[in-house]
């Protein structure tokens, strides 16, 4: 099975990609959580990018789509018999980079099974992401009320202790950010809606209804709109 989360920042995308890693055994794709390991491993890709992830802009097609295809190719995300697969989160976010990825995945006779939009206000967004906080080992979002680990200060997954506040989650990039995704990213939803495997979620519901919502998608029960 493999899957796109689409949706604006603070969608609940990370989120609800890492419920559906435990419960269906796929693989979290995050293009932001391989560029912020890149910035922090101070590699020259990490040095190209930095600056324009903190300010919130999207960083250039050429440089996601080669570092998607290289990591889309990699043995575990792909599923071997009827059991594994992808879920991409934050990838494509322009129409150059659907049909990257499309390009990808049909030289490799692979397809994508779902586009599930994750649809949340931007008051409600802004909340979210105002606080939220981020494991900066596994990529885990927690939030100051609605989601703290189990055990203050140690991420519920991984274990570790460094949680943090992302640069780009502070009120001056959130209008950029917001830009982007309705200027850039929305376009692509009619490319999939055409395909027939564009469905919606209310993303505004609480984390276990929409996890329902997605699990009733995989499961063949919703209808494209
Ligand atoms: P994205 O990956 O789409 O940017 P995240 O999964 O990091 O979004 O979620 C953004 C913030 O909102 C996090 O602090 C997370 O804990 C919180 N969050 C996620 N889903 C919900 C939800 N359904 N209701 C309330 N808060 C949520
Ligand atoms: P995210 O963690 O998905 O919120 O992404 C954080 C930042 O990384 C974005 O604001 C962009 O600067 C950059 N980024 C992540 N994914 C992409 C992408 N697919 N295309 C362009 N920029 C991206």
């Given at each position: ?6 949706g604006?920042p603070?969608?609940?995308k990370?989120?609800?990609a890492?419920?559906l890693e ?6 979290q794709l ?6 912020r390991?890149a910035v ?7 040095k ?7 300010s919130?802009?999207?960083v250039?097609?050429d440089?996601?789509?080669e ?5 889309i190719?990699?043995p575990?995300a792909?599923?071997?018999g009827?059991?594994?697969g992808?879920?991409l989160?934050?990838?494509?976010r322009?129409?150059p980079q659907?049909e ?9 006779g ?7 939009l994750?649809?949340v206000?931007?008051?409600?967004l802004?909340d ?13 979002s ?8 189990k ?11 460094d949680?943090?506040h ?13 830009a ?8 692509i939803?009619?490319?999939y ?6 469905r919606?979620v209310?993303?505004?519901?609480p984390?276990?209804e929409?996890?329902r919502?997605?699990e009733?998608v995989?499961?063949g ?5």
């Open positions: 099975m493999n899957l796109i989360l689409l604006p603070g969608a609940g990370g989120t609800q890492k419920r435990q419960s269906h055994g796929l693989v995050a293009t932001g959580d391989m560029l390991a922090a491993s101070g590699s020259d890709l990490g190209r990018v930095k600056a324009i992830m903190d919130g802009a999207l250039s097609d440089i996601i789509i570092m998607i295809g290289a990591r190719a990699e575990d792909r599923p071997s009827s059991k594994g992808f879920i989160d934050g990838f494509p322009t129409v659907a990257a990825l499309d390009l990808m995945l049909g030289t490799q692979r397809k994508l099974d779902y586009v599930i994750m649809e206000d931007e008051p409600a802004i979210r992401l105002s606080g939220r906080f981020t494991c900066r080992n596994c990529g885990a927690y939030h100051e009320r609605y989601q703290r680990p055990l203050e200060g140690v991420c519920d997954l991984c274990g570790s202790t949680l943090v992302r640069a780009d989650d502070r009120p001056e990039a959130l209008g950029t950010r917001f982007a995704y309705r200027n850039q990213t929305a376009p939803l009619p490319y809606r055409d395909r027939g495997i564009l919606r209310d993303g505004m519901a984390m276990d929409v996890t919502q997605i009733a995989l499961a029960n919703a209808v494209a709109r």
